[in-house]
C-alpha cells in the first residue's frame, strides 16, 4: 500500500470517528431534555425543588443580574426558573404556555396536570 492510500485511509477513518461521536454528543443532549412527565414528576416535590433539581437537564441562562434559567420541554411548554441566587431557593419554577406567555403556573404550588389538559 503507498503512502498516499495509507494517507487517505487514516483521513477518512478520521472523519468516520468525528461524525460518529457527533451523532452520539447530539443524542446525549436530547437525552438531557427536560420533558412534560419530568416536570409533573418534580412537582410533587413541591416548595422542596431547589436549583438542584433541574442541574441534569440542559437549560440557557436568560438572565441578567439574576440567575434565570429556561428549559425547553416541548413545543408547546417551557419552564422557566429564577432567582438572585443559586444559594438560596429559587424565587420561582413557571410552566409556561408557549403560545400564550401569560399561562404560566408555579409548578411547585399549582396543579400542572390541570394546567397541561386545559
Known sequence: MTRKCRVVLLLCAVLLLTFA???CSNREKEDDKLSLDQVIELSGKGNELTWEDFEKFSST???SG??????EVDENYY???GG???DIEPMY???INAN???AYIDIRTDDVNSFISK
Open 84 to 86: 438572585g441566587s443559586k
Open 66 to 71: 439574576l440567575h434565570i434559567l429556561r428549559y
Open 61 to 63: 441562562d436568560i438572565g
Open 93 to 95: 419554577i413557571y410552566l
Open 79 to 81: 419552564l422557566l426558573i
Open 100 to 102: 400564550d406567555p401569560d
Open 21 to 23: 461521536l457527533s451523532a
